[in-house]
């Protein structure tokens, strides 16, 4: 146990905005940053057990934090933490795909919520074996890989399709409006023509 617990400190003592925080609470306190943020910890883990809204705190922390360091990636100039976020957010994304039509099952388990927290955060692990790599590079890509082809050539289908479709609305609509026009303009011309000048 005191390996870990000296692991921990280490990492929260680490300069950085969580260190920050924790730093500034500690002085504020007086408690120490180990227990503010194990007890931190234990809070979230059991609200997302028992909690309301553990569904929203759950995507805050898979959306929030990556966002963020996503954001400060594009700004830099370094590319490998581009990728790395990147792959994290393709993970992301099928993960919430695979969710939507699992959901409605999944709900119901418990602990749940904190189960896909934990995931999540493995997903955005500091670590070259985290979960978003893992994923990405054994499940992801070969299956990419294996079907890249065929999904392209169905978006480019659908694409010409999806130009013509637009193209006949378009033409229907601009032969509607021009017939209309024409119709209009045939029944107001007798009207204007016929209409007596009535000295003033």
Same mark, same amino acid.
């Given at each position: 146990?005191?390996?870990?617990?000296?692991?921990?400190?280490?990492?929260?003592?680490?300069?950085?905005?969580?260190?920050?925080?924790?730093?500034?609470?500690?002085?504020?306190?007086?408690?120490?940053?180990?227990?503010?943020? !194990?007890?931190? *910890? &234990?809070?979230?883990?059991? /609200?997302? =057990? #028992?909690?309301?809204?553990?569904?929203?705190?759950?995507?805050?922390?898979?959306?929030?934090?990556?966002?963020?360091?996503?954001?400060?990636?594009?700004?830099?100039?370094?590319?490998?933490?581009? !990728?790395?976020? *990147? &792959?994290?957010?393709?993970? /992301?994304? =099928? #993960?919430?795909?695979?969710?939507?039509?699992?959901?409605?099952?999944?709900?119901?388990?418990?602990?749940?919520?904190?189960?896909?927290?934990?995931?999540?955060?493995?997903?955005?692990?500091?670590?070259?074996?985290?979960?978003?790599?893992?994923?990405?590079?054994? =499940?992801?890509?070969?299956?990419?890989?294996?079907?890249?082809?065929?999904?392209?050539?169905?978006?480019?289908?659908?694409?010409?399709?999806?130009?013509?479709?637009?193209?006949?609305?378009?033409?229907?609509?601009?032969?509607?409006?021009?017939?209309?026009?024409?119709?209009?303009?045939?029944?107001?011309?007798?009207?204007?023509?016929?209409?007596?000048?009535?000295?003033?």
């Amino acid at each position: 146990m005191g390996s870990v617990q000296q692991r921990l400190q280490r990492f929260l003592d680490r300069p950085g905005p969580l260190s920050d925080l924790l730093g500034r609470l500690e002085a504020r306190t007086g408690v120490r940053r180990l227990y503010l943020a !194990t007890g931190s *910890l &234990t809070f979230l883990g059991l /609200y997302l =057990v #028992f909690g309301y809204g553990a569904s929203l705190v759950c995507n805050l922390i898979g959306f929030a934090y990556p966002a963020y360091v996503s954001i400060k990636a594009i700004e830099s100039s370094s590319k490998e933490d581009d !990728t790395t976020w *990147l &792959t994290y957010w393709v993970v /992301y994304g =099928v #993960f919430s795909i695979a969710e939507f039509f699992s959901d409605i099952f999944l709900y119901w388990f418990p602990f749940y919520y904190a189960g896909k927290c934990l995931f999540l955060v493995w997903c955005m692990a500091p670590v070259s074996w985290n979960g978003s790599q893992v994923l990405y590079h054994n =499940v992801i890509r070969p299956c990419f890989l294996k079907h890249h082809r065929a999904v392209d050539s169905v978006f480019s289908d659908l694409s010409t399709k999806a130009l013509d479709a637009a193209s006949a609305i378009t033409r229907e609509v601009l032969h509607t409006l021009l017939s209309s026009r024409a119709r209009l303009a045939a029944e107001v011309a007798p009207q204007l023509s016929v209409a007596p000048l009535r000295p003033p």
